[in-house]
């Protein structure tokens, strides 16, 4: 049964939409821009978090490799 009350802010999430082509590759589209206030205001915050992803992403090597003893 749902709890009722005051609810608690558990997580944070930004989404990302990539614009594709008919053979499913990836497009470039227009950039969006935040116009009102609150949009604004988390739009730095955002990019941080997608500078952070990259940067993990490129630590992450593309074929492990073998182990050697």
Do not use: C, Y
Request: proline residues 9%.
């Amino acid at each position: 049964m749902p709890r009722r009350g005051a609810g608690t802010r558990t997580t944070e999430r930004t989404m990302v939409l990539a614009g594709l082509d008919d053979e499913a590759h990836k497009r470039a589209v227009q950039s969006w821009k935040p116009a009102l206030a609150e949009d604004v205001a988390l739009d730095p915050h955002a990019r941080t978090m997608v500078d952070i992803r990259t940067t993990l992403l490129r630590s992450i090597p593309l074929e492990v490799p073998p182990l050697v003893d």
